[in-house]
């Protein structure tokens, strides 16, 4: 799938007032591109005021930020996209048991920030330096100070469309388990149920004493905290972050969870470079269990040559896609 994407005034389309004939130029341009068999949707703000042609279906349509009253997207999909989103839905409507692992990708359309930006204390030092045990030792305030500036950034960003459908899934298809590296708490957000958080979550704390009265990772949705590091109600002692740091190991129960999940008939992994492991090795470990493994992300990544099926776009679109099929057929 090929993406273009304009905004406007763009020096290349000075004359807004035409902007049907300037859609139906650029169309007639991109069909022609190598590799594009078709032009299969139009993504228009409806406040440009311009209508969509009847030739033309609207199809994974992302809504762009609604601030900008400039946008506009074309989106070209070739045929055989159709049939290959038919793949998926088909296995899903069938209900087939469904193990989907997402990464940073499908929290990308809201807005998440990668928390390498200027600003703060921790703005000298790289996440890698703060994120591990060996940090928290030293510097616990430092640690805190970041995780808390985290939490907020989060806290301000929405649930995408993306994280909507797989929380509907996770509610209708009663096989269906979702695994996510990311902290960020979006797909909870959504509705989603039985999420998997298998690198655990910004918005969960545990006892950095490992203090026997307290639970190892209880829920905190506190936005800022009133003191960093915050203390243990147990013991008085700092709390520490839910998450899964760098040089860490997987929760036993989790990798358990996710080892069982593994045992499907479709995994879908969405948004995720599949860099890291050991959760980058469970769309191999679906695949040598006889799952049919597919791969959604805009760009190509070490396992795409590895799976049996590549939907190329982003989560937001080829999820709402595939949710579209999966309601109206
Ligand atoms: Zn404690």
């Given amino acids: 799938m090929l993406t273009m994407r304009a905004w406007l005034p763009d020096p290349e389309f000075p004359d807004r007032s035409d902007i049907t004939g300037f859609y139906r130029d650029t169309l007639t341009r991109v069909d022609r591109l190598p590799g594009v068999e078709a032009v299969a949707a139009v993504n228009v703000r409806p406040c440009l005021g311009w209508g969509l042609g009847a030739d033309w279906d609207v199809e994974g349509w992302a809504p762009p930020d609604p601030d900008d009253p400039t946008f506009l997207e074309l989106r070209i ?13 088909d ?16 929290s990308a359309a809201s807005g998440m920030p990668t928390f390498r ?14 994120a591990t045990p060996e940090a928290f030792a030293k510097v616990p305030v430092l ?51 039985g999420v998997i958080r298998f690198h655990g979550s ?30 243990c109600s147990h013991c008085g002692g700092p709390l520490r972050p839910g998450v899964v740091w760098f040089g860490e190991g997987i ?13 499907c008939d479709l995994f879908l992994t969405i948004g995720t470079s599949s860099l890291v492991y050991p ?21 190509a990544t070490v396992v795409s040559d590895h799976v049996d099926l590549v939907l190329r776009g982003t989560a937001e679109a080829v999820l709402d896609a595939i949710e579209h099929r999966v309601e109206h057929r």
């Avoid at 980058?280 to 760009?299: C, K, S, W, Y």
């Fill in 77 to 89: 999909i070739s045929p055989s996209y159709f049939s290959e989103l038919a793949i998926v839905v």
């Fill in 91 to 106: 296995r899903l409507r069938a209900g087939a048991r469904t193990t989907i692992l997402t990464g940073a990708g499908v």
């Fill in 117 to 130: 930006g200027p600003g703060g204390l921790w703005k000298r030092h790289r996440p890698e330096a703060l």
């Fill in 143 to 193: 640690v805190w100070e970041w995780y808390d500036w985290r939490r907020q950034l989060v806290a301000a960003c929405k649930p995408n469309r993306a994280h909507g459908v797989l929380a509907a899934w996770t509610r209708r298809y009663r096989d269906l388990r979702l695994i996510t590296q990311n902290v960020d708490g979006l797909h909870e957000r959504a509705g989603a149920d």
């Fill in 202 to 231: 910004l918005w969960e704390v545990g006892c950095w004493g490992g203090c026997a009265a307290a639970p190892t990772r209880w829920p905190d949705h506190t936005v800022p905290f009133a003191t960093r590091p915050p203390t």
């Fill in 251 to 263: 929760d036993p129960a989790v990798l358990a969870q996710s080892d069982d999940a593994t045992s």
């Fill in 279 to 299: 959760a980058a090795g469970l769309v191999q470990q679906a695949r040598h269990r006889g799952a049919f493994t597919v791969e959604i992300n805009p760009d």
